[in-house]
């Protein structure tokens, strides 16, 4: 499985940016976080990002920068802690008409939470965005998804993300990605995300979490 996330700024906006070239609150934004902030591809990635290793001839920044084009996202933001002079290079090379790209870098952050605080910081993210890693590589419509978790967020405000899980099948998945969701059967909504496949052994669910659900979905 892969995963998109369409995320809800919890936070409202704090005013306009040095970034905010495109004022209307009604563009739809998309955030790609070019670091993984793990060793796994180590020391294929000690002098350049995930994102840029080639698949195809094609750096894969760009299969993700492609997919976004196409699902019409007008403003993206690629967030970098590392290699950020190559990432802008890269960017340099690239024409995407229609698609704003502002590159923002903060050498201090560690994880995907210092990056999202950074950007929240930043006043960066004015309305429901896309939030995805730069190594993606996919066909899929983000549009309709958006347009789901609205609906979600009108009936629940207290939904601030929607999660996007796609099969690719397991001759495909390496072992350290298998994860088990457990999932409202009625709502969808997530009650547990494990880093541990049901393969692996039990999954420990929450007592409360039984009682208070009715039926109980296990994927994986």
Not at 12 to 27: A, Q, V
Not at 158 to 178: N, S, Y
Not at 186 to 212: A, C, F, H, N
Request: some cysteine.
């Amino acid at each position: 499985m892969y995963k998109i996330n369409v995320c809800v700024n919890v936070c409202n906006s704090r005013g306009k940016s040095g970034l905010d070239t495109l004022d209307n609150e009604n563009i739809l934004q998309a955030v790609i976080i070019v670091d993984t902030f793990s060793q796994k591809l180590s020391p294929f990635c000690e002098h350049m990002p995930s994102s840029l290793i080639p698949l195809v001839n094609r750096p894969l920044l760009e299969y993700t920068l492609e997919c976004l084009f196409l699902s019409g996202v007008q403003e993206t933001i690629i967030f970098c802690s590392s290699f950020a002079e190559q990432v802008r290079d890269f960017i340099r090379e690239e024409r995407w008409p229609g698609l704003a790209i502002n590159i923002v870098v903060s050498e201090g952050c560690r994880s995907l939470g210092d990056a999202m605080r950074d950007l929240d910081t930043k006043a960066l993210i004015r309305s429901d965005f896309v939030l995805l890693t730069g190594n993606l590589v996919s066909n899929l419509q983000l549009m309709p998804a958006l347009e789901r978790h609205k609906r979600i967020q009108k009936a629940d405000k207290g939904a601030v993300m929607t999660l996007i899980f796609k099969e690719c099948g397991r001759r495909w998945k390496a072992p350290e990605d298998d994860f088990t969701v457990a999932l409202d059967s009625k709502t969808s909504r997530i009650l547990l995300y494990s880093k541990k496949s049901r393969s692996q052994g039990k999954i420990d669910i929450p007592m409360e979490t039984v009682l208070e659900t009715a039926e109980i979905d296990l994927r994986s």
